[in-house]
């Protein structure tokens, strides 16, 4: 057929067919190594003040400049050079320093005008950061860089650049002691510390310590001990992702309420362990093993975002294992196998459907030609090449396939449908090519064909090619060349053209 094209997508216009009750639609773009990044297991992401996207992943350190991407990786003998290549953290403080935490090769200050990098030795020695795996950095309101690693926490002078123990009254030990994943300073200046042994407020004017753990059958403390993420939302509330779930600490108590999943907490995220957060407003974006959870927080309603093989604009991993919101509300997510994924509110994506004739519940052919919305807002889709008609759920976002057949045709082989119209009974019209006119009833599952022949009601073709219904009910059929047919609400043929 020569108007066909070779069509391999089913495409769907969200304003003219979104369903006022669906999920949000958030299409994600993505980058992998195919576009030059280092790695598909991207751990830490962050935009400069000079507008560089800077990704941590387990094979190098990448710089990306929008089109293209210079990778930072060890160099044997080279002391300026990163001293390993996984990378756990990123963080620029206010002067602009680019500090880089690795697995193992302790903490690097990036050089800009040397392109290179400064490496802070680590070891059991004074001046020294005591563990080189490096799991967070993050500078406080003096400027100094506070260093979370596996055997607790270190602050560094960056201009000494000698690293010290937090300093604690009455005490000159250190106090924290085992793995700190994280750390954040709050808009009061508390440092926020989360470990795998709970969570540490510090205080910086008393030099005091505050732990917050996980405490069985206690619902209002911390969801898990083995703390991930921290972040502060504008109202000065405290949210916590852990191993057990997620957790907030309302402003001015000491009493969580939690987000984990189970059956008695309805509002909860659907997975169970939090490795990152971000907040964007009222929205805050949670990281899990499965799937990306966007929690409104005021409603308390949950969006959960998966990878989905059928949709070209999902996920493009499972796993996610960092979440960064830039400063234009660009949300960037570091997955484990899938590479950066990336969604840009103000970036309009058509959403878009691969077919799969070997997807029982996908779309099950390439060539997609007319489309009719059914009453609740579903979509009814003609396909020609052996897909006949389907059903879209925009809430499931899976299809239903039609068995309808010709008595032109031997079992197994489909119609194909090149135009859809419903009319004022409900009955779907099928105009097809080659086999004629169907009427589709969608509640018993039962149709008709009207064919090409002699009587007076046949058609006067069976290659229909349009389909439209007038203000009094009647049916234009429009034909390959022969034509048209005017059929009243009986389907009767009362006019040739």
Known sequence: MSFHRNILVLLFIGCTLLSANAQEDINFTSLTIKDGLSSNTVTSILKDRYGFMWFGTEDGLDKFDGTNFKVYRYRPNDSSSLQTNEILSLHEDRAGNLWVATSGGSLSLYDRKKDAFVNFPSGERPGFIANSVIMDVC???????????????????????????????????????????????????????????GLFQ??????????????????????????????????????????????????????????????????????????????????????????????????????????????VHSLTARSIRRIYIDKQGICWLGTNGGGVN??????????????DVFDQEGLNAPFVSSFEEDENGNVFVGTDGGGGISLYNRKTRLFHHFNIRSVRKAPGNNIAVLALTKDKKGQLILG??????????????????????????????????????????????????????????????????
């Open 432 to 497: 097809t090519y080659g086999d004629g006119l169907f009427l589709f009833d969608q509640v018993s599952g039962k149709y008709r064909q009207m064919m090409q022949g002699p009587g007076i009601n046949d058609l006067n073709s069976n290659f229909i090619f349009c389909v439209k219904q007038d203000h009094n009910g009647n049916l234009w059929v429009g034909t390959n060349g022969d034509g048209l047919n005017v059929l009243n609400q009986d389907y009767k043929v009362i006019a040739r053209y």
């Open 139 to 197: 500078s406080d309101f003096e400027g100094k860089v506070w260093v979370a690693h596996y055997s607790g926490v270190n602050i560094v002078n960056a201009t000494t650049r000698r690293a010290s123990d937090i300093p604690i009254a009455g005490d000159s030990k250190p106090v924290l002691k085992g793995p700190a994943n994280c750390l954040y300073e709050d808009r009061q200046r508390l440092m926020w510390i989360g470990t795998a042994g």
């Open 342 to 355: 990336k969604y840009d509110k103000n970036l309009n994506l058509f959403g878009f459907v691969k077919s």
């Open 202 to 311: 510090y205080n910086p004017i008393t030099k005091s310590l505050v732990q917050f753990r996980h405490i069985d059958h206690d619902s209002l403390s911390l969801s898990g001990n083995d703390v991930k993420a921290v972040a502060e939302d504008n109202e000065g509330n405290i949210w916590i992702g852990t191993n057990g779930g997620l957790s907030m600490l309302k402003k001015g108590t000491n009493q969580f309420i939690n987000y984990f999943a189970g059956k008695d907490n309805t509002t909860g995220l659907p997975s169970k362990g939090v490795y990152s957060i971000a907040i964007d407003g009222e929205r805050l974006w949670a990281a899990t093993a499965n799937s990306v959870d966007i929690l409104d927080i005021k409603t308390g309603a949950v969006q959960t975002h998966s990878s989905d093989e059928r949709d």
